[in-house]
Nanobody, 125 residues
Framework: VQFVESGGGFVQPGGSLKLSCSASGSFDSDWTIGWYRQAPGKQREWVAAVANDDTTVYTNSVKGRFTISRDHINNVVYLQLDRLKPEDTAAYYC????????????????????WGQGTQVTVAS
């Protein structure tokens, strides 16, 4: 499976962006899909995940500001970013897991061998 992330950009604090994660290849619709981000000099961290039944989970720092959703027909997962802060600046990536429970066991995504190119989000005045 391959993931392609898009939708990043430069926004001022308080602004919004909508990221997309498109899957192709051997995609399993039962998978949980998660978003991660990596800021310069920092470890990759998980942001949010959505299961095949649309159950969602968010890391504390983005709760109430980010919304994850998925289009089951087109195999696209979205991440709506609202009320952005400078500390949200990072490259954002998506990947898959078997469930939200297993997703949360690897909050830094160290098990993955492959990542997409990511999409850069920059929040600054």
């Amino acid at each position: 499976v391959q993931f392609v992330e898009s939708g990043g950009g430069f926004v001022q604090p308080g602004g919004s962006l909508k990221l997309s994660c498109s899957a192709s290849g051997s995609f399993d619709s039962d998978w949980t899909i998660g978003w991660y981000r990596q800021a310069p000099g920092k470890q990759r961290e998980w942001v949010a995940a959505v299961a095949n039944d649309d159950t969602t989970v968010y890391t504390n720092s983005v709760k109430g500001r980010f919304t994850i959703s998925r289009d089951h027909i087109n195999n696209v997962v979205y991440l709506q970013l609202d009320r952005l802060k400078p500390e949200d600046t990072a490259a954002y990536y998506c990947n898959w897991e078997y469930s939200i429970a297993t997703f949360l066991l690897d909050p830094h995504g160290v098990r993955y061998d492959h990542w997409g190119q990511g999409t850069q989000v920059t929040v600054a005045s």
